[in-house]
């Protein structure tokens, strides 16, 4: 009886020591997942503030092309030579 007894408590211990690993195991999942939270969390507000940014670049690379476009119109009315069409192409 008592060695019964020995041997539940062996297979007690050993079952705690892997129910310790699975929990420690779990802890640790659950810190990188809400490293993984954070992060997406702070994502979205520096995106948005760089896209921002690539709209407003856009929208002034869309005003120069229009700009050269217009003088290069002129020129070409006027019969004189686009001087600037090479420094138009780096811009599209």
């Known amino acids: 009886s008592s060695q ?12 705690l020591e892997d129910l310790k690993a699975v929990a420690k195991g779990l802890e640790e999942e659950n810190s990188k997942l809400r490293r993984q ?10 995106s ?5 940014q690539l709209l407003a670049e856009s929208h ?8 050269l476009a217009a003088e290069t119109a002129n020129l070409e009315v006027s019969g004189g030579k686009p001087c600037c069409l090479a420094n138009a192409t780096r811009f599209v």
């Open 4 to 15: 019964q007894a020995l041997e539940q408590a062996r297979a007690a211990t050993e079952e």
């Open 37 to 46: 939270t954070r992060q997406l969390v702070r994502g979205p507000a520096s």
């Open 48 to 52: 948005l503030q760089q896209n921002q």
């Open 60 to 67: 002034g690379l869309k005003e120069r092309i229009q700009a």
